[in-house]
């Protein structure tokens, strides 16, 4: 979508739009489900984890960073991760309502 297309639409369907894109990826839903299994910070080991290379969790990673879901701290040569719990939140109070104002009528469908 270009940026100059935005505009036509609500400030909360571009959040909720931008959050879809942040999770739109298979590899960043199994960084997520890992980092919610831990539920503690993980420095580094992802990669075995999920069996991608370094370079690739690291670029998963800086989009779910960029996305505010993930923080991360500087501990040395490593970065440690975790869930971003006020952002978490977020995710699933948006999702939640997103999806419960649909009502849907599996008689009326084509």
């Known amino acids: 979508m270009g940026a100059t297309k935005t505009d036509l639409f609500t400030k909360k369907q571009n959040e909720l739009a931008n959050m879809a ?8 839903i199994a960084i997520l489900q890992q980092l919610v299994k831990t539920n503690a910070c993980i420095c580094g080991d992802l990669a075995e ?21 993930i923080q991360g701290t500087v501990e040395g040569t490593s970065v440690c991760y975790c869930i971003n719990p006020k952002m978490w939140k977020q995710y699933r109070l948006f999702f939640t309502e997103f999806f419960g104002d649909v009502k849907l009528d599996t008689n009326t469908c084509c």
């Open 21 to 28: 894109k942040a999770i739109g990826h298979p590899a960043r």
């Open 49 to 69: 984890e999920l069996g991608l290379a370094q370079p690739t969790i690291s670029q998963h990673l800086k989009e779910l960073k960029n996305a505010g879901i």
